[in-house]
């Protein structure tokens, strides 16, 4: 071989180790989803995921065959090869010529690569990942999540000291992990919540369960969901006063986070520091209003917690019907084909075309048309079965024939303005609200007392008083027994001690005087 030879060999050799041309639509990157071994190629790419994952940012061909779990036996490299150049011409790839291992004359001119994911390729990835881990997600109602939300509040309480606390002195590196962490909790409670909100109908699957799964499966979820609005109730609460007293001191804390947050901000749309710093106060910003607003009303709007323990407490009528339709169906109840079936063989029975039309007219409601009298002058005593063509004519108006109506149309009634009566309201709403608050602790005490030591109760106090004494009541075994129990909404304890047969108690109110046998009642808080 002389140097001319050598040389033209040499030039033609780069060529051969070009890579594939990358794909031009993005749409090319997930057909190795659907194609004729879309397996095979699955495999291929779970092997280039998992290098990603361990920061190995080249394979080559024999790796890959080594390491990818295949569907069936281990195919040939060549075969490996030649998917992985497939996978580089639909983009999901990029290859690059592997000269680390020639070490001959002939290495040089066989056609060697490295591989790694493309930048689309590592985007497909991530989809699928997240398509999978959806698809595999079941909605939690997360008590626990409710407890660290409350803790980070107060650890933020702490943190955020006096208002006249100099700047010095705040730790914006703790108030920057406790805000993240927050967010982190916060961001989890909203999408479980947002999923189980929407996918609550758990009636669908339990109509095609077993019996004893079904029976078995209801008073966990009974319990569960009970479980949950009870510990709602209670965390709600204590969050949004958290919320309300961090209020004052929250804007500078959020502008301390984006300034620290703008420190790492790499160069790019913002011109200077004080812009990234906007912008990291502006998303902050957007995350608490996020979070007062799932705790907190917002005008005519209700918290999101409401809205949540709404759909919670609807999901137990929806699993009760669920369980009925499928005792229905195993009580035997005949469908709708049965009943087909069996009005065929009442026709079938039929003596003449007569009994027939009878029995069509009982049992699909079929009855002779009876005429309309729009005329005032009409026959009244006009018989049903009369035929059209018999019957007298009928006056009809122009208009009614024009425009399909009698009299014209008047203009729309205006819209009324409603914003005084639910401004009304909402006063009415805050007032009995303190009101009710005012009678919850002057008798939620957390010390036993007689009812004789009551003395008078307005309306407020009373009604409270009677809500509690009939919960209690409602639990007592015999008018002698003791009865310890906790309220629907889970928000106070009541324990009811009968006194002596002959004790009696006289309670003042507003519509009278409230009478009966002494008890010794203690009401706490939770």
Not at 13 to 22: M, Y
Not at 277 to 292: K, M, N, P, S, T
Not at 466 to 494: C, F, H, M, N, Y
Not at 501 to 514: E, H, L, M, V
Request: charged share 25%; with cysteine.
């Amino acid at each position: 071989m002389d140097l001319t030879d050598r040389e033209q060999r040499t030039n033609i050799a780069p060529s051969r180790s070009r890579p594939l041309p990358v794909a031009d639509s993005a749409a090319d990157l997930f057909r190795h989803v659907s194609a004729e071994k879309a397996a095979f190629y699955r495999g291929i790419m779970d092997v280039f995921a998992a290098a990603k994952r361990q920061y190995r940012l080249q394979l080559r061909p024999d790796e890959v065959l080594a390491e990818a779990a295949w569907p069936g036996s281990a195919p040939r490299i060549e075969e490996v090869g030649a998917a992985l150049a497939q996978l580089t011409a639909w983009g999901n790839l990029e290859s690059h010529p592997d000269m680390a291992r020639v070490s001959t004359l002939s290495d040089f001119y066989r056609a060697r690569f490295l591989y790694r994911l493309s930048q689309g390729g590592e985007a497909v990835e991530a989809a699928l990942a997240a398509f999978v881990q959806t698809l595999q997600r079941r909605a939690e109602l997360q008590t626990v999540a409710l407890e660290d939300i409350a803790s980070r509040l107060e650890a933020l309480r702490a943190l955020a000291g006096h208002p006249d606390t100099d700047v010095a002195e705040i730790d914006v590196a703790k108030i920057h992990a406790t805000m993240r962490d927050l967010v982190r909790v916060f961001e989890g409670l909203a999408e479980n919540a947002q999923a189980f909100m929407a996918g609550v109908a758990r009636s669908i699957e339990l109509q095609q369960a077993e019996a004893s799964a079904v029976a078995s499966y209801k008073r966990r979820l009974i319990d569960y969901l009970e479980r949950f609005m009870g510990d709602l109730v209670r965390r709600s609460d204590s969050i949004a006063r958290l919320i309300d007293a961090l209020e004052p001191h929250i804007d500078a804390m959020l502008w301390h986070v984006a300034a620290r947050e703008a420190r790492d901000a790499a160069p790019g749309d913002a011109q200077d520091w004080t812009d990234a710093r906007d912008r990291y106060h502006a998303v902050w910003q957007e995350r608490w209003r996020g979070l007062r607003g799932w705790f907190l009303s917002s005008g005519n709007e209700p918290p999101q917690a409401e809205l949540l323990r709404a759909r919670a407490r609807s999901a137990i009528p929806q699993l009760l019907g669920a369980i009925a339709a499928l005792n229905e169906r195993r009580s035997g109840r005949s469908d709708r084909s049965a009943d087909f079936r069996v009005l065929a063989s009442w026709f079938a029975a039929c003596d003449d075309d007569t009994a027939a039309h009878r029995l069509a007219r009982a049992a699909f409601a079929i009855n002779p048309a009876r005429h309309f009298l729009l005329n005032a002058d009409a026959d009244a005593d006009l018989p049903a079965h009369t035929p059209w063509a018999e019957a007298p004519s009928l006056q009809i108006h122009p208009r009614l024939r024009e425009y399909g109506e009698a009299a014209p149309r008047g203009p729309l009634p205006r819209v009324k303005d409603r914003g005084e009566g639910r401004a009304f309201l909402a006063l009415q709403l805050a007032q009995e609200s303190t009101q009710v608050e005012a009678a919850r602790q002057r008798l939620a005490t957390g010390r036993p007392a007689r009812l004789s030591e009551l003395g008078e109760l307005d309306r407020h106090a009373f009604g409270l008083f009677l809500s509690l004494l009939g919960e209690a009541l409602s639990g007592q075994a015999g008018p002698d027994s003791t009865v310890e129990r906790r309220t629907g909404d889970g928000l106070l304890k009541i324990r009811l001690e009968p006194l002596a047969p002959g004790s009696r108690a006289r309670i003042t109110t507003p519509n009278g005087i409230f009478a009966g046998r002494d008890h010794l009642v203690t009401i706490t808080p939770t």
